[in-house]
């Protein structure tokens, strides 16, 4: 095989398929040429998606494509088997049996070594942990792959939420199974959204797989905005605070002042919101191109004026399926207060531990969890103020309360370790060196300035987004292509020298 169709079709681990590298826009062209001429057939239009997604999944995560498929197999048969029952028992069985399956799965390539670590310290064992996969594949193809060695599959966190909702709300009655196990397949794999959300839901997705094509000018617009937005966002703010100032202060602390471990901190948060918030804005557009409509996941979440509001802005899609498949169940807030916050708490925790196995992450989980419960505890004892006869300081003072609770947790969710996470701590508190500012500002004022500038942008009015975006929308064609043209060369110009994956796609 030649260099170049290797290239092509055969996954590189080093070079994975990314919103921000030349092969997937390359890959998403040839795509789109393909689907101008089926796309007005929905059962070639779906199998055809299906395909690619497989495709895009083999050349962004490798053969670990096999459990995507493995699950969808899993969750299709369960589906129809809850739906066809009649008894309720057996219904249960079956969802219970998508549950483990599903959480079984994420559990041992994501936790294996949290458990091992566990197990190891309180029975003085020494457990090691065992890639099967990899042994079996090595059995039965002649691969060699290393045994010793789990790598997380990328997106496992996303599909396994995303496949488990589609169980339980055929047992609850919500929704009909899908009768196609291509077009099951199809909702599963979506490309689009399929390694880092949002987490769709089947009654959201599966209409619109028998809906004709459909894309108003005023879509399209929509589209490239949003695509345009996020590689903005991800490549010439979030890509750029990593690379030059946030990773390396996350990496050696002690080596900066307080002022300077204060900023990489407020750095992160703008980094991590535009790096997973780009990732979504495109996906949307992306997804839009094709005709289908994906729910949307942040609204400007560091305007929040409390943590309650706070988590329905950020990563909406995770926020809702906590509440809906883990709080409500739990018995929410229906069965009295102490009971309330420990289910809060149980949520958050959880909710942590979703994102990584690591006690950082559960210190994460339990500072929102907090914060969530003590904002429920005040909405009870002072009654539901209303918002919006707050003075504009109240408010203001409110959002940025809640902005540095948030950005304070974000420190634990970012640090390598403990260890790290309390040495900036201590930093910022020790040894701030106040007197260094003025010169650190001017050292650092091209990074400064764009964190300004994002932030600023972050809180500007809803109204005033609504118009330049609206702006953008209704102007015509040829000059939308040529700020697109000036983008791409803009972003061509600051990139990297190496392509920074997304942030999500470790979870």
Known sequence: ????????????????????????????????????????????????????????YYKTGGYFFSLLIFSTIVDYTLGNLIYSNNLKWKKKIFVALS??????????????????????????????????????????????FDISTIILPVGISFYTF???????????EKTKPVKNILDFGFYVSFFP?????????????????????????????????????????????????????VDRIFADPSAYSGFENLMAVYGYSLQIYCDFSGYTDIAIGVALLLGFRLPWNFNSPYKAANITDFWRRWHISLSSWLR???????????????????????????????????????????????GLAIHKAWMQIFGKADHGKKTFWGHLVSVFFTFHLVTFAWIFFRARNMQIAGIMIKRMFNDFSGKMVPQMIQSYWILFALMLGGFIIHWLPKSFKDKYTNWFIHMP????????????ILLYQARSAEIQPFIYFQF
């Not at 069965?335 to 809060?344: E, S």
């Not at 979703?354 to 994460?364: E, M, P, T």
């Open 99 to 144: 549950v483990i399956v599903n959480l079984g799965l994420l559990s041992y390539f994501k936790y294996a070594y949290f458990y091992t670590d566990i197990i190891n310290r309180i029975f003085n064992t020494d457990l090691e942990v065992v890639n099967w996969l990899a042994v079996w594949s090595n059995s039965l193809t002649g691969t060699s």
């Open 1 to 56: 095989m030649s260099e170049w169709l290797r290239e092509i079709f055969v996954y590189n681990p080093e070079e994975p398929m990314l919103f921000t590298r030349f092969s997937f826009w390359a890959f998403f062209g040839v795509l789109l040429l393909l689907y101008s001429l089926i796309y007005k057939k929905n059962a070639i239009r779906n199998v055809y998606l299906f395909a690619m997604s497989l495709f895009f």
């Open 324 to 370: 809906d498949y883990l709080y409500i169940p739990l018995g929410g807030n229906r069965r009295g207060k102490i009971r309330t916050y420990i289910n809060l708490m149980i949520t958050m925790l959880l909710g942590g531990l979703w994102h990584g196995a690591a006690v950082r992450f559960i210190i994460w989980g339990g500072l929102h969890g907090i």
């Open 162 to 172: 995303q496949t488990i909702s589609y169980t339980v709300d055929v047992y609850r």
């Open 477 to 488: 064609v040829w000059i939308k292509v040529l700020i697109a043209v000036f983008i791409v």
């Open 193 to 245: 959204q399929l390694v880092a959300g949002p987490i769709v839901r089947a009654s959201e997705f599966v209409p619109q797989l028998y809906k004709k094509y459909q894309l108003s000018k005023h879509e399209f617009g929509l589209a490239l905005f949003l695509i345009l937005n996020g590689l903005i966002k991800k490549m010439l703010i979030s890509d750029y605070l990593s690379i030059n100032f």
